[in-house]
Nanobody, 123 residues
């Protein structure tokens, strides 16, 4: 079975940093597009970032310049480096994996999902 397991969430003060990890099993990170989404309380899930099979990266305007997505083939792990965090970044963050070369900034681009990890940023 495919499993995506996020870790690295927690509570930080505004201006701080966190690095989220998404460890995959039954799925090859290096051969697929993978993305990050987040869902704040009372709001819809929104796309944050993705990295394609080719290594092309995209981030949402709301986090541009602050967040970076990467992956480590040897560790079969996806990462999201989050810097200059602010309270509006508070959300549950989800790792997502695509299949068949499909990639994009929409939920429908992804087939597999992690359980989510909470990020809380205090002012």
């Amino acid at each position: 079975q495919v499993q995506l397991v996020e870790s690295g969430g927690g509570s930080v003060q505004a201006g701080g940093s966190l690095r989220l990890s998404c460890a995959a099993s039954g799925y090859t990170v290096s051969r697929n597009c993978m993305g990050w989404f987040r869902q704040a309380a009372g709001k819809q899930r929104e796309w944050v970032s993705y990295i394609s099979y080719y290594g092309t990266t995209r981030v949402a305007d709301s986090v541009k310049g602050r967040f970076d997505v990467s992956k480590d083939a040897a560790k079969n792990t996806l990462y999201l480096q989050m810097n200059s965090l602010n309270p509006e970044d508070t959300a549950i963050y989800y790792c997502a994996g695509g299949v068949g070369g499909i990639c994009g900034g929409q939920e429908t681009s992804f087939t597999y999902w992690g359980q989510g990890t909470q990020v809380t940023v205090s002012s």
